[in-house]
């Protein structure tokens, strides 16, 4: 039979080498899971789950639109405060997909990103013949861009509209209003005055965005540093951009807002160039919370996003500005007095809610933000929200201006959503978020296990050794009594001698 002492030994030894691999795991484990995060992150055609997010953005991805009904045109037109009211979602489901993509020797790669927009109908308020009211901009925005124009250039213009049948606001179905409409006075631009307009066909607010890309991007794959993937080292071939009034501010920052570099902290930002508002933009970390099962950070949009010079200056570059809250995109839209703010301008100067009624801003609606997994820099629910604006004013020797007052006037906003859902939902749970918690969860469990076998050990030696001493104990004293009984003689003759002596004393 195996002796209590041979199985605390055996406990000694597993619980030691338990101990010592959940030791070496709490400083190797990290390492080990840190360069597996690297290289699923780092844009290679042989990562497969990594590479194929990029690629083809394989998760649901939608546009919703919220257009700004008008109420009263014709107050408008003598002065009083626009009403609106807001129709909408029109939602869209959004396909993307990287093409052209090329990889460079400076480990970089080329690609442009093309989307195309097919109209849901289920997730909508309505479908795209529902007729709403907002501004004409070929005429109110083309009245403010000729304001300091000679006068009879500006008579000549307003008889143009009239010559066209364009009045000054534009009451048409949804469908038209995104992705163009017959004009006979575009198709007069844009025979007579070609690349007067920004675009060539029909003239709709979202024409340019259907089956079509946002330029050429080249970002850092990340094979030699992992902390510049997906950064963008240029777009069109561009360092910087030309259209803002400071160099700061047509630096082109970040990466192209789909993935960031791994590691994130607290204190990061998540800085991206954005084509459609023609300028990098930063987002900060407000909270952390789970999404879909998977621990995120959440980033938003700062205050100081769309403020003007005076309340912010990095943003002098920016100017010429209005109020805060609104972003003057007028150098990058052929001149057009459009802003771009956050919807119902929320975070913006409440002045502008004295101006336009109707309104009503709030974060749980209209706050911009990205949920994302920081440990890769992978967003898992996104939601970007912007508003286009368009400056009203009387413009004299333009009758169709009427007396309008000044106004920046809301005409629609989006939300651009997507999440990670479905098999790409497990697959990333997975590998990316699972495993690298079981490898950390063992170090403990290692660690719990050889303590606990070292402690049996202890244990199993110490009661061990109790029995053997007083098993040792007992022999003895059954030594003793065996003794005593072999030789009683001897006893007798003892007491006879001790009872000798002591009646002599």
């Known amino acids: 039979m195996v002796s209590q002492t041979t199985v605390s030994i055996v406990f000694l030894v597993l619980g030691g080498m338990a101990l ?32 194929t997010m990029w690629k083809d953005i394989p998760v649901p991805f939608f546009m919703s639109v919220y257009f700004f009904h008008i109420v009263n045109p014709d107050e408008i037109l003598k002065g009083e405060r626009p009403m609106v009211i807001q129709r909408g979602p029109y939602v869209y489901r959004e396909n993307r997909w990287k093409d052209n993509i090329t990889f460079h020797e400076n480990h970089t790669v080329s690609y442009k990103e093309y989307r195309q927009y097919f109209f849901e109908e289920s997730m909508s308020v309505g479908d795209e013949s529902d007729v709403v009211t907002i501004p004409n901009m070929l005429v109110l925005g083309a009245s403010v861009m000729m304001e300091n124009m000679p006068f009879p250039v500006r008579l000549l213009l307003s008889t143009t509209f009239k010559t066209f049948n364009e009045g000054p606001f534009l009451t048409k179905p949804v469908g038209e209003l995104m992705w163009g409409y017959d004009s006979k006075l575009v198709d007069f631009l844009n025979k007579y005055l070609p690349g007067m307009l920004p675009s060539s066909g029909k003239f709709g607010l979202f024409a340019d965005f259907n089956n079509s890309n946002t330029g050429l991007f080249t970002i850092f794959t990340g094979r030699d540093d992992i902390r510049k993937v997906h950064m963008v080292d240029s777009w069109n071939g561009l360092k910087n951009v030309d259209y803002w009034r400071s160099d700061q501010c047509n630096m082109i920052n970040g990466t192209a807002g789909q993935m960031w570099p791994p590691f994130m902290t607290k204190e990061t930002t998540m800085p991206f160039y954005s084509p459609d508002a023609c300028r990098s933009m930063e987002l900060v970390y407000q909270r ?218």
Not at 396 to 404: L, P, Q
Request: aromatic share 10%.
């Open 20 to 51: 010592l691999f959940g030791t070496v795991l709490v400083f190797v484990g990290p390492i080990i899971i840190d360069d597996q995060i690297v290289k699923n992150v780092e844009i290679n055609p042989k990562n497969d789950l990594s590479y």
């Open 288 to 505: 952390p919370l789970v999404s879909s099962g998977i621990p995120v950070y959440r980033y938003v949009s700062p205050k100081t996003l769309f403020a003007n010079g005076a309340d912010f200056p990095p943003n002098e570059g920016f100017c010429p500005c209005r109020q805060s809250g609104l972003l003057n995109v007028s150098s990058c839209r052929h001149g057009s007095p459009t802003f771009i703010s956050q919807p119902h301008f929320y975070n913006a100067d409440p002045q502008l809610l004295d101006t336009v009624s109707g309104l009503s801003p709030s974060e749980d609606e209209h706050g911009l933000f990205i949920d994302i997994h920081p440990e890769t820099g992978v967003p898992v629910n996104v939601s970007v929200r912007l508003q286009l604006n368009l400056f009203l004013k009387k413009v004299s020797g333009i009758s169709e201006t009427g007396n309008i007052a000044e106004v920046v006037m809301p005409m629609l906003w989006f939300e651009e959503s997507g999440y990670i859902d479905g098999p790409v939902l497990h697959t990333f749970r997975t590998n990316l978020v699972v495993l690298p918690k079981v490898m950390e969860y063992m170090q403990y469990i290692f660690i719990a296990l050889g303590l606990a076998a070292i402690l049996t050990a202890v244990i199993l030696f110490l009661t061990d050794k109790k029995v053997w001493k007083k098993s040792s104990q007992t022999l003895t004293q059954a030594d003793n009594v065996n003794h005593s009984k072999q030789h009683p003689a001897n006893e007798t003759q003892a007491e006879k001698y001790n009872q000798s002596n002591t009646g002599k004393k």
